[in-house]
């Protein structure tokens, strides 16, 4: 089973989760930079989960991309309590300040 999730590699927040996605080992899932897909896929600015040649976006890409990994079935439970319409709307509106958050959580993480 090929499974691919396609991140902006240039988005702070997704390259965490993606490391989170890869921290566990028998998750594989291959990650790869959304500008690496066609352009008619990527036109949403959206992360892309892709599994048996089926695609989802958004909201629906975390949801797939976490029920692969086994140990984040309380966390994928939680998060599909959420009402679509909610869920949809929080992503969208990180997605647009994705980097404007990423710059505000680096001042927010203690430095190590």
Do not use: W
């Amino acid at each position: 089973m090929e499974r691919k999730l396609y991140i902006d590699k240039s988005c702070k927040i997704c390259l965490r989760y993606a490391s989170y996605i890869e921290s566990e080992k028998s998750c594989e899932i291959e990650i790869r930079d959304i500008k690496s897909l066609s352009e008619d896929l990527c036109l949403k600015d959206e992360m892309i989960f892709e599994s048996n040649n089926e695609y989802f976006y958004g909201f629906d890409a975390i949801i797939k991309s976490m029920e692969v990994r086994k140990k984040s079935s309380i966390i994928t439970k939680l998060l599909k309590a959420i009402p679509t319409y909610l869920s949809r709307n929080i992503y969208k509106f990180i997605t647009r300040n994705r980097h404007q958050i990423s710059k505000l959580l680096d001042i927010i993480k203690p430095k190590s």
